[in-house]
């Protein structure tokens, strides 16, 4: 289906920002097919479209979410008011063992249905189940960069079955919309070695690469202590970090490691949410935008967020960071906005394809409602979005030239089937 969305306004990368202007959007074979300025003269093209009149709302680039894992969603709300060596050794990593595959898949779609309803059409993942990540992914029309968490002290042994499970799924469920990486687990569940090993095999298969990285002061000091090195040291040694990785987290720097991370070319996903839960603590953030660090937004997982609205994460980043440095003008609503578009598809080698309304880029787009109280008056819409907004203003949303969802109703999930399906896990 070929689309002509004309009567609102469109959100557009101009000089280096993005502003909110009236204009035409032309989307056909899942991309962008031409933005028409208002007052412009219609673009010349071939084919039939369908108008569709979006007077009052706006639109923009889906969101993406560069750090998560969706089939904890069913974890939600299980392990609350906890540290972090709780929550993960004692409530998360035993009730983990009990996910059937199914449950895993359903989580998944449960997990697709609320980030569609906010607003996010691409999501970076790490997970457990094979199959069922992707499997569901595919069902809701979600774009998505998914990796098996791996573990172990040499890939080619104790790693092994979980490395050969990642490539049988590349394999297998690879398409337009499902990509994979490579994701070893964490410093503390990985040697230096095993990073070693995947850097090498990640490089060989031309595969994105993502890794938790200094979340906690005890990772970080646990590190010092057996290796002599802070974790960033040690993904730098082992080339991890070489042609740039996906990194969740980076709460606790040492001297020397934002420098590392900056050139190394890497991305920093904040998840100020998580954290802040957990007690660990904020990334320096401000530190990482100084010194030219690709910085990107990401939930986490619902067990230590508790939710997947983007919305909510660009407003608590925002906030987060100007009271800790007592500082009003850190991290503006266009540096927050950039964080879950531009900078998320530089980070996935997507820049002109995603988080952006061009030509020729892809059809992944969420129309705001702007006649909510909420968000009324439009003084400044970039403003609204990071600040205002919540999430249910989103009305539509398309992934790759399709409607996953129309005036708030999901077109691909049966979410009364997956509540339903939900309940059946044995807590």
């Given amino acids: 289906m070929n689309y002509k969305f004309t009567g609102g306004q469109l959100l557009l990368r101009r000089g280096g920002k993005f502003t909110a202007e009236p204009g035409t959007l032309y989307v056909a074979d899942g ?25 009052g709302r706006l639109v923009m680039p889906g969101l993406i979410n560069m750090h998560t894992h969706a089939y904890m969603t069913i974890l939600r709300n299980y392990a609350d008011d906890v540290d972090f060596g709780e929550w993960l050794f004692q409530r998360i990593s035993p009730a983990e063992d009990r996910i059937r595959p199914g449950d895993a898949f359903t989580a998944n779609l449960l997990a697709f249905a609320e980030m569609i309803m906010s607003g996010t059409t691409t999501y970076v993942d790490m997970h457990m189940f094979k199959g069922q990540s992707s499997g569901a992914a595919d069902k809701a029309g979600m774009r998505a960069f998914i990796g098996r968490g791996l573990v172990g002290e040499d890939l080619y042994t104790d790693g092994l079955s979980r490395f050969q499970e990642a490539l049988e799924e590349q394999a297998e469920c690879g ?42 002061r005890t990772e970080v000091s646990d590190c010092l202590k057996k290796y002599g090195k802070t974790p960033v040291e040690i993904m730098r040694d ?49 530190a990482f935008l100084k010194e030219g660090v690709n910085l990107c937004l990401g939930t986490d997982g619902t067990a230590s967020n508790n939710t997947l609205n983007m919305f909510r994460e660009m407003g608590l980043l925002s906030l987060i960071h100007k009271a800790v440095s007592e500082d009003p003008t850190a991290l503006s609503a266009q540096q927050v906005l950039e964080a879950v578009t531009v900078n998320a598809a530089k980070a ?80």
């Fill in 348 to 427: 996935l080698g997507m820049e002109d394809r995603l988080g952006i309304l061009k030509e020729g880029a892809e059809a992944d787009l969420i129309f705001i409602d702007l006649m909510r109280p909420n968000m009324f008056p439009d003084n400044d819409i970039v403003s609204s979005l990071v600040y205002s907004a919540n999430g249910s203003e989103v009305s539509d949303v398309m992934i790759g030239g399709r409607f996953v969802m129309e005036d708030r109703i999901l077109t691909t999930i049966d979410l009364e089937k997956v509540y339903d399906d939900s309940r059946s896990w044995e807590r």
């Fill in 175 to 216: 398409s337009s919309l499902i990509q994979f990486t490579l994701a070893p687990h964490a410093i503390y569940t990985c040697s230096p070695k095993f990073y070693e090993q995947v850097s090498a095999e990640a490089e060989k298969r031309g595969m994105l690469k993502q890794t938790h990285l200094s979340e906690s």
């Fill in 31 to 55: 991309t962008i097919l031409a933005v028409q300025d208002s007052g412009a003269e219609a673009p010349d093209i071939e084919g039939e479209f369908e108008t569709r009149d979006i007077s």
């Fill in 238 to 286: 082992s080339g991890f970090l070489s042609g740039g990785a996906i990194l969740a987290h980076c709460v606790h720097m040492e001297e020397g490691d934002i420098g590392i991370l900056r050139d190394s070319g890497s991305t920093v996903v904040t998840n100020p949410a998580s954290n802040a839960k957990l007690g660990n603590g904020f990334a320096p953030v401000a």
